[in-house]
């Protein structure tokens, strides 16, 4: 799921959901009816924003599903990105007129919650009719869960962020193997620059490829109660450590930040030779390097801990749906992400990873020739997602984005951006509430 700056805050989701909440009395979190199968033909509408090549990719997984569903159809509406997609969900939550079930972020997913306008999925998993969530990988279920327990958003589009690299330039300049640290990234960066090309392009589109270094230095943004983590801002936090690691790159010349998707232009024409990306980049830079060099894929650098960020799209189940709505809905997710449709899903949309561990397994020609899905997977399982607290996108979008492109430009020191992104996440947490 992209991560396009959102449209709407979450504080104007709070104020106009309210009405919601005054209009439905009780707000106790419904459960979706969990009867054995679905008896007679029944309609859902699912909201999404796969366009493009995913949108063809995403409609063979519904003509399958269909097929061995025959009284289920399933409408698909397709929204071009985030900015679309939750103002639009906003209004039809508002205007008692929600789809059956949607695509979503889980930052989202708090307003919803509060006004019982989303189904907690649990009595239908654990039902006769349900499945287990044994496979599903652990990190990537717990976005979807919320601290009383209910799982309401299931994962299903995800990525991970890994580092693309020039296989030449790396001999070229004695490097035999990808870095694996922070100190060999910076050194062998170095070793990569010079003569008007800077080795590491960077883009700050979204904010995932730093918060992969942010995690790796052991951050995390968000207290038990939903709060700001003071620790994680502090003038000797992790925050503070990534973010001094990227600007004394820029600073020394071994890295720049480029504009928009510059970043895989400059890798694509040899300017920079590493770059940030998920698996999604692989089938345009294969197209736009066109074999000038061999592309070499591996996991990020490590600090403290090896890990990456990941992120997606979740899905969720709306309550104003009828009950064999909501059981047909449950089947969709079901199959999804099942093995099965996992499997389809990532071989014919050739960007996004399965949500669990046993799809690999059944994948291993496909694996064989496209690395980039194969790497993400094996960092996957202990990537961590973005916390799904109400304050978090603007946060991440706005602040976060800023602050860090302040720094990188030299107006800015780590430390002060830092504090002021604390400060300024204190207020959005006020403002927009936490789960």
Request: charged letters at 10%.
């Amino acid at each position: 799921m992209s991560t396009t700056t959102r449209m709407v805050s979450a504080g104007i989701m709070a104020v106009m959901l309210s009405g919601v909440a005054a209009g439905c009395g009780n707000t106790s979190t419904p459960t979706p009816s969990a009867s054995p199968k679905v008896t007679g033909p029944v309609t859902i509408t699912f909201w999404n924003e796969m366009t493009g090549p995913y949108e063809a990719a995403l409609d063979k997984v519904i003509h399958q599903f269909e097929l061995q569903h025959k009284n289920i159809t399933v409408d698909d509406v397709v929204v071009p990105n985030d900015a679309t997609l939750e103002p639009k969900l906003l209004s039809a939550v508002v205007g008692q007129d929600p789809p059956t079930i949607s695509q979503m972020n889980p930052p989202w997913a708090t307003g919803f919650i509060e006004t019982g306008s989303l189904v907690n999925m649990n009595p239908f998993i654990n039902s006769s009719s349900g499945f287990s969530l044994a496979p599903y990988y652990p990190n990537l279920l717990k976005a979807g869960r919320w601290p009383d327990g209910g799982q309401y958003l299931m994962p299903f589009n995800m990525g991970a962020a890994i580092m693309y690299y020039n296989k030449n330039a790396f001999q070229q300049a004695g490097i035999t193997s990808p870095p694996t640290t922070w100190n060999e990234f910076s050194k062998d960066a170095a070793k990569l620059s010079g003569n008007g090309r800077q080795a590491f392009a960077i883009t700050l589109v979204h904010t995932y490829p730093w918060l992969a270094f942010f995690y790796q230095a052991g951050g995390n943004f968000v207290l038990k109660n939903g709060q700001p983590n003071p620790a994680a801002f502090s003038a000797t936090g992790p925050a503070v450590k990534a973010l001094t690691l990227w600007s004394n790159m820029v600073n020394n010349g071994s890295a720049v930040l480029t504009q928009g998707y510059g970043s895989q232009t400059d890798f694509a024409n040899g300017t920079s030779s590493i770059l940030i990306g998920t698996s999604a980049f692989d089938p345009y830079l294969v197209q736009a390097v066109a074999n000038k060099f061999p592309i070499g894929i591996a996991p990020l650098p490590g600090d403290v801990t090896q890990t990456t960020s990941a992120f997606g799209g979740y899905l969720g189940i709306f309550s104003k749906a009828t009950a064999s709505q909501q059981t047909a809905a449950m089947e969709f997710v079901k199959y999804l992400t099942s093995k099965a449709g996992q499997l389809s899903w990532m071989e014919n949309s050739q960007g996004y990873l399965p949500v669990r561990d046993d799809v690999a397994s059944s994948a291993a020609s496909f694996l064989a020739t496209h690395p980039a899905q194969k790497v993400s997977l094996s960092v996957l399982p202990n990537a961590i997602m973005s916390p799904k607290v109400a304050w978090w996108d603007e946060f991440s979008h706005q602040v976060l984005l800023n602050d860090i492109e302040a720094v990188l430009l030299k107006k800015e020191t780590p430390a002060a951006a830092m504090s002021s992104a604390y400060q300024q996440a204190k207020s959005l947490a006020q403002k927009d509430g936490t789960y």
